[in-house]
């Protein structure tokens, strides 16, 4: 594991302004997500804030469904993770593994705004617990498996110029960093499906209802 986080620590610091690029797009994609929420329309809005009291209500008061949180939380996250891996073997593979970094920031500042909206100054420390946890391994595992990506893209794109340039040396390299970071997600999925929802349970009953 060791040797696994240097080569990761190495690989930063030869590319910094392509770790530094992607999480530009990260970034922006949060923003973005933060400000659709201040942006919806009132009926919007309240449609939300509706779903989202009646999911509170819900949790407050029935079993969790375990089999549902875990079926959505691999697809939501391997689904993304095996599009990037994909996405990398492919010559013109950069620009859409930054817009699907985008779309992962996005998705996180909309679920945070959300909860803080709807909620208030109540809610902040719901929408940590809510959000934060997971994506304390879900992201770094995204952007460095989206780093990884792009390399290999550039890799596989000087191929097609120099037919000389060697592809193979990457290739290992590039199947071992996406092993590891499969076996994080799962460890992300546990804590998404096993321990969010009952944190998330254990303050609605207590504070919120």
């Known amino acids: 594991m060791n040797t696994f986080l240097d ?7 030869d590319n910094k302004i392509l770790y530094l690029t992607i999480f530009t797009f990260f970034t922006v994609g949060v923003v973005l997500g933060i400000y659709t929420v201040f942006y ?10 509706s779903y989202f009291n009646n999911f509170m209500t819900v949790i407050g008061e029935k079993p969790i469904d375990y ?32 817009i699907l970094i985008l779309f992962k920031g996005f998705l996180i500042g909309f679920t945070f705004s ?10 902040i420390g719901l929408a940590l617990i ?3 946890p997971q994506n304390l391994i879900y992201v770094p595992c995204f952007i460095v498996c989206s780093a990884f990506s792009i390399q290999l893209s550039i890799v596989k794109l000087k191929g097609k110029i120099n037919k000389a340039h060697q592809t193979k040396e990457y290739m290992s390299q590039y199947f071992n960093l996406y092993i590891v970071c499969f076996f994080l997600l799962i460890l992300g999925v546990f ?15 207590k504070i919120y209802v």
Do not use: Q
């Open 7 to 13: 080569k990761i620590n190495e690989n930063i610091r």
């Open 40 to 49: 919806m329309s009132d009926l919007s809005r309240n449609d939300l804030a």
């Open 67 to 98: 089999k549902f949180l875990l079926t959505e939380a691999l697809r939501n996250n391997l689904l993304l993770l095996l599009g990037v891996f994909v996405i990398g073997l492919l010559v013109v593979g950069a620009p859409i593994i930054l």
């Open 114 to 123: 959300l909860i803080i909206n709807i909620l208030g100054t109540k809610g």
């Open 130 to 132: 809510a959000v934060i």
């Open 191 to 205: 804590v998404e499906t096993y321990i969010i929802p009952n944190l998330i349970k254990f303050i609605i009953t």
